[in-house]
């Protein structure tokens, strides 16, 4: 079974910190995805990554930047948290951009 | 942009009845994914659905893809409290690199 890890389940952080958001999955897939999660708003594609050290922007990579080092490690980065940024994060992994993907638990993200 | 519309976007009925959820598009898709989130866990692949006017069951759910591959349903038999979740269907266009295209979901309670 295909395991996608966040590495925090619950994070409150103030404004104006630099966040790392972090996710490993153990499948080895090529494809890896941030999400953040509103209520009314469903989910929303913030960065991708295809491959290590490639990225491609989402459709609110505002605020956000991403790191892929590893196949296994995709990491989201709120450079300057905002309030606006306060939110459930999803991170998911798939074999290939239209396969089923593979969500973790998500972080519930809050900016204070 | 692909849009998917799913309707009805909250829908709350007893133990016992059926129901039916909706996912449309005016595009068309590869194909179809439904998944299920419950509350504090990431969305969880129920089906995926590739060829037009294809029919899987899951136990008591029935999801369809519309002849043209425009459009889904999913329609749960005899609900149970464990259905209980949000619903979102995702769409696979076939091309590009940029993943999924993702309903805003249908938020469904069972009352016992």
């Known amino acids: 079974d295909v395991k996608v890890t966040q590495s925090s389940r619950y994070l409150v952080k103030r404004t104006g910190e630099k966040v790392f958001l972090e996710c490993v999955q153990d499948m080895d897939h090529e494809n890896m995805f941030w999400y953040r999660q509103d209520p009314g708003l469903g989910l929303r594609l913030i960065y991708f990554s295809y491959d290590v050290k490639m990225k491609e922007k989402g459709d609110i990579p505002e605020g956000y930047s991403v790191s892929r080092e590893k196949k296994e490690r995709f990491s989201l980065i709120l450079e300057s948290a905002s309030t606006n940024q306060t939110s459930m994060y999803l ?7 239209h396969q089923p993907q593979h969500f973790g ?8 | 942009t692909q849009l998917l519309e799913q309707s009805p976007q909250f829908l709350s009925i007893q133990e016992g009845e059926n129901l039916t959820v909706y996912c449309n598009s005016s595009s068309v898709f590869s194909s179809l994914q439904w998944y299920r989130q419950e509350p504090g866990e990431g969305p969880v692949l129920l ?7 294809e029919v899987k069951k899951l136990k008591r759910l029935t999801f369809q893809f519309g002849d043209a591959r425009k459009d889904s349903s ?5 609900a149970q409290p464990g259905d209980t979740g949000l619903y979102l269907c995702a769409g696979a266009s076939g091309g590009g690199a940029d993943g999924l295209t993702f309903g805003k979901g249908t938020h469904l309670i069972i009352q016992p």
Do not use: Q
Request: hydrophobic share 40%; glycine share 14%.
């Open chain 2, 74 to 78: 999913l329609h749960i038999t005899a």
């Open chain 2, 47 to 53: 089906v995926t659905v590739v060829t037009g006017g």
């Open chain 1, 105 to 112: 638990d998500g972080t519930r993200l809050s900016i204070l």
């Open chain 1, 91 to 97: 991170c998911a992994s798939s074999l290939g951009p």
